[in-house]
């Protein structure tokens, strides 16, 4: 048996019983592979511990197999699964991903991404929320013709590819089940107000609300920015009205957490006597108790697809089917609210 640690190409295309080219073709992903022997290869390569020789596999394919991610997110919960997933789809097609965090000071910040071009050449480049929408690092990033994707972006939609899901929809749908639940005093606290998606969440609230004639007291909304500590002060002011609500909905899982915490501390019974609900569905979501009704984004899928698109054969060719991908989401229902 060969030893994995030594295992070379050769070695894999004499186990499968197929050309050096063919092993070759399937490591960089080549379609003209059948199904059949690209399965039968990555086993055989796998069951022998091969690694393919980075350095060949640039200059065979013109490409660095690194991939760029850049953040300035305020939730902690949303970057950390975000990471995981684009880490786990980077590995599964040969890739690296090099993350990176957005500076205050925009100049430094274009600082590091001319940087980490220049010294990684990296194919492709993912933008989270709000960076997504930072007009100095878009136009940046097409100066040097560096392909990027954007995740859920809130303007320049036909600038370069992005993934997103209806965040006005999915706010609309959970709060009038909060609705049909009985509840009419419900209060939203808003996300970070850099992010257009949280323009879109409380816009499907506040339309949810006017589509079943309930009209919403001013001091039931108050801005968040997605960290815990934020949902702690709003819904410590939220809960110290003289008519508190009887419901909240956060603009994301912390917050919402944070609200569940804050009734607990003043001895309300989390749904009973004030229902919680959040948006992300994290893994914070099923950490907390009780466990937190949220909406579901499809943040795994968002980043597998952003992965695959930067990975792909073809690059992105301008074209508006190319360049939008909108992922469903689901509201899962759990203790932090009851349902009829």
Known sequence: MVDPKRARLKDVAQRAGVSMMTVSR?????????????????????????RPNVSARRLASNKSFFIGLLYDNPSQAYISQFLLSALHSCRSKGYHLIVEKADDDIENTLISIKQLIDETQMDGMILLPPVCDDKAILSYLKQVNMPFVRIAPDSDLTLSPYICMDDYQAAFDVTEQ?????????????????????RLRYQGFLDALRSNQITVAPEYIINGSFTYQSGMQASAALLDL????????????????????????RGLNVPNDVAVVGFDDTQLATIVWPHITTVKQPIDDMAHVAISVLTADEPYD???????HVLDFEIVHRGSSLTK
Do not use: C, W
């Open 26 to 50: 399937v490591l960089n992903q080549d379609d003209k592979v059948s199904a059949k022997t690209r399965e039968k290869v990555l086993s055989i390569a796998n069951s022998m511990g091969y």
């Open 178 to 198: 909060l609705i049909q639940a009985g509840h009419s005093r419900i209060a939203h606290i808003i996300g970070d107000l850099k992010q257009g998606v949280s």
């Open 242 to 265: 003289p008519l508190r609500p009887t419901a909240i909905f956060a603009a994301n899982d912390e917050m919402a957490a944070a609200a569940i915490s804050v009734a607990q501390s």
């Open 318 to 324: 301008g074209t508006h089917s190319q360049a939008r």
